[in-house]
C-alpha cells in the first residue's frame, strides 16, 4: 500500500471518533441547560411558597385582638378603669402583644391583689381580677389587707367599712398588727373579737373588746397581760364580762378594774379577786 493510501486509511479512521466526540460534548450541554432550567424553577417555586409563607406568618403576626373577657368581683376596681389600662397594649396584636406588662400594671392598682392575663383562641384575652380583702383600718384611713400590708387610702374608711379600728405611729404599725393578729387568735375561743386596737404615749396599748370592755396593756410585758386577762376570765371575770367597763394592767403589781356601777377595784393577786379581796 502506497504512502498515500495509508494516509488516506487514518483519516477515515479518526473522522468518526472527532464526530462522536462533537456529539458527546452537544448532548452534555444541552443537559446542563435543561440542569440550570430545573434549578430555575426550584428557585422560583421556593420563592414563591416562602413569600407566600411570609405574608401568612405576617398576618398571624398582625392579627388583631378581637375580644377581651374580663372576671372578677369588681365591687372596689373599675372595669372602666381596667379597659383603659388594657386598650393601648391591644394595638400590638395577639400573638405579639405581651402579657407581663399588662398583668404588672393590673397589680398596681390600688384594690387589685392578683391579676390573671392569657390568650384565648383564636383571638382573645382573658383577665381575671381578684381584689384586696380588707381585715381592718389602720388610723382611721388606711386599709390594711390579710398580708399586714397597706394597700388602699379613704377619708371615709370607718363608715365604708365595718371593719376593726388599729391605730399608732408608723414606726409601730408592724408591732401593733403583729399583736392584733396574736390577740384575736388568743380571744377567739372566749366569743370575743377586737373592735379597737391602738397604742399611744398615755395608754400604751388598749384594746376594745366586741362586748364593749376595754383592755389596757401599757406599753411592756403585752403578752404576760394578755395571759393574765385570759387566767382572770377563766377564774372570775367570765360571768361578769357584761359589767366590766375596763381592766388596767398599767400595775406593776395588780390590776384595775372599772364595773359598771362605777366602782374601781384594784387587787395584787388572781386568788383575792376571786375571794373579794380588794386592795
Do not use: C
Not at 86 to 114: M, S, T, Y
Not at 197 to 215: I, K, Y
Amino acid at each position: 500500500m502506497s504512502r498515500i493510501e495509508a494516509a488516506t486509511t487514518r483519516l477515515g479512521n479518526r473522522a468518526p471518533r472527532r464526530g462522536a466526540v462533537r456529539h458527546s460534548q452537544l448532548i452534555a450541554k444541552k443537559t446542563r441547560v435543561k440542569q440550570l432550567f430545573m434549578v430555575l424553577l426550584i428557585w422560583i417555586a421556593v420563592l414563591g411558597f416562602g413569600m407566600l409563607g411570609f405574608n401568612n406568618a405576617r398576618s398571624l403576626i398582625e392579627l388583631a385582638v378581637s375580644q377581651v373577657e374580663l372576671n372578677g368581683s369588681f365591687q372596689q376596681v373599675q372595669r372602666r378603669q381596667v379597659e383603659d389600662l388594657i386598650r393601648p397594649h391591644l394595638q400590638q396584636g395577639f400573638f405579639a402583644l405581651q402579657l407581663a406588662p399588662i398583668k404588672q400594671q393590673l397589680e398596681q392598682l390600688e384594690w387589685v391583689a392578683e391579676a390573671r392575663v392569657e390568650r384565648r383562641w383564636p383571638s382573645g384575652i382573658g383577665v381575671v381580677i381578684t381584689e384586696e380583702s380588707p381585715i381592718a383600718i389602720w388610723n382611721n384611713r388606711d386599709l390594711i389587707n390579710a398580708n399586714g400590708e397597706l394597700f388602699a387610702s379613704s377619708q371615709d374608711a370607718g363608715s365604708r367599712f365595718h371593719l376593726p379600728h388599729l391605730g399608732g405611729s408608723s414606726s409601730q404599725r408592724d408591732e401593733v398588727i403583729g399583736h392584733y393578729r396574736e390577740f384575736s387568735e388568743m380571744l377567739r375561743p372566749l366569743g370575743f373579737s377586737i373592735s379597737s386596737f391602738r397604742s399611744d404615749a398615755a395608754l400604751g396599748v388598749t384594746a376594745l373588746l366586741s362586748n364593749g370592755t376595754e383592755v389596757r396593756f401599757g406599753s411592756d410585758r403585752l403578752l404576760d397581760k394578755m395571759q393574765q386577762f385570759l387566767s382572770l376570765h377563766s377564774q372570775l371575770l367570765g360571768a361578769q364580762m357584761d359589767r366590766l367597763v375596763y381592766i388596767d394592767f398599767r400595775y406593776q403589781q395588780g390590776a384595775a378594774l372599772r364595773w359598771r356601777e362605777g366602782e374601781v377595784d384594784i387587787a395584787s393577786q388572781h386568788q383575792e379577786l376571786a375571794s373579794g379581796s380588794m386592795i
